[in-house]
């Protein structure tokens, strides 16, 4: 695997045994990383996007705050530009989890491959999202996979082996059944989530240029108070 393409921090102890999910707003990875600022402000035009969190930022472009679990960190590939911010928790430990390029996983959401139940025991299956993902706060992801230029809102939870088509949007509050299918270009909301409007063709412009935006204005602190100053 390209180490590259990776930028993730392993659990602290190194290769030992991962945390529990209860523990994980307990862990502070220490470490040299990159402070960034947060949006203080709902106008990202003007203002730069992020928190005051340390981040550990490489060549590949990936800026994975050092607040968050990587259980599993051999298991997870983020392909690029990718932020992960505080107390998000992404279980590679169970399968492996791939990530596209210019994805955003905002604060306290949880990322963990989908489970089938058979008769012999449980396994689990590899999750893969696509580009151009915005995940907002507070979700629970457990699909099996999701597509390009998708926007899921705040408090969502994605059930079990879901499948969530490019160019579609989850509203906040969203809870989808298990095996549910989202189609491209629709929105789903409601517990349980159903079909809710439509989406214009201008989707995949639209959500390239959010994430594009927000990676682009998530700007150190160093280089924030240069700008200031």
Request: net charge positive; aromatic share 6%.
């Given at each position: 695997?390209?180490?590259s393409?990776?930028?993730?921090?392993?659990?602290?102890?190194?290769?030992?045994?991962?945390?529990p999910?209860?523990?994980?707003?307990?862990?502070?990875?220490?470490g040299?990383?990159?402070?960034?600022?947060?949006?203080?402000?709902?106008?990202?035009?003007?203002?730069?996007?992020?928190?005051?969190?340390?981040?550990?930022?490489?060549?590949?472009?990936?800026?994975?705050?050092?607040?968050?679990?990587?259980?599993g960190?051999?298991?997870?590939?983020?392909?690029?530009?990718?932020?992960?911010?505080?107390?998000c928790?992404?279980r590679?430990?169970?399968?492996?989890?791939?990530?596209?390029?210019?994805?955003?996983?905002?604060?306290?959401?949880?990322?963990?491959?989908?489970?089938?139940?058979?008769?012999?025991g449980?396994?689990?299956?590899p999750?893969?999202?696509?580009d151009?993902?915005?995940?907002?706060?507070?979700?629970?992801?457990?699909?099996?996979?999701?597509?390009?230029?998708?926007?899921i809102?705040?408090?969502?939870?994605?059930?079990?082996?879901?499948?969530?088509?490019?160019?579609?949007?989850?509203?906040?509050?969203?809870?989808?059944?298990?095996?549910?299918?989202?189609?491209?270009?629709?929105?789903?909301?409601?517990?349980?989530?159903?079909?809710?409007?439509?989406?214009?063709?201008?989707?995949?412009?639209?959500?390239?240029?959010?994430?594009?935006?927000?990676?682009?204005?998530?700007?150190?602190?160093?280089?924030?108070?240069?700008?200031?100053?």
């Amino acid at each position: 695997m390209d180490r590259s393409s990776m930028n993730v921090s392993s659990s602290p102890g190194g290769g030992g045994q991962h945390p529990p999910l209860w523990a994980h707003n307990r862990i502070r990875k220490p470490g040299r990383g990159v402070i960034a600022h947060g949006p203080r402000h709902r106008n990202h035009r003007s203002q730069s996007s992020a928190c005051t969190f340390s981040f550990s930022c490489q060549a590949s472009g990936n800026k994975v705050s050092r607040q968050s679990v990587l259980c599993g960190s051999q298991n997870i590939v983020l392909n690029g530009k990718t932020i992960v911010m505080n107390d998000c928790i992404i279980r590679g430990d169970l399968a492996n989890v791939r990530v596209g390029r210019h994805c955003v996983v905002k604060s306290r959401s949880v990322i963990r491959p989908p489970f089938k139940k058979f008769s012999k025991g449980v396994a689990f299956f590899p999750l893969h999202i696509g580009d151009h993902v915005f995940i907002e706060e507070d979700c629970v992801v457990n699909a099996a996979q999701i597509g390009s230029y998708v926007h899921i809102g705040k408090n969502c939870v994605i059930g079990r082996r879901c499948v969530l088509k490019d160019c579609c949007k989850i509203l906040a509050n969203t809870v989808l059944p298990p095996e549910t299918v989202v189609p491209p270009f629709t929105v789903f909301s409601g517990c349980p989530g159903l079909f809710s409007g439509e989406l214009p063709e201008c989707t995949q412009e639209l959500m390239m240029d959010v994430t594009k935006s927000y990676y682009q204005k998530f700007l150190p602190l160093t280089q924030v108070a240069s700008a200031r100053a």
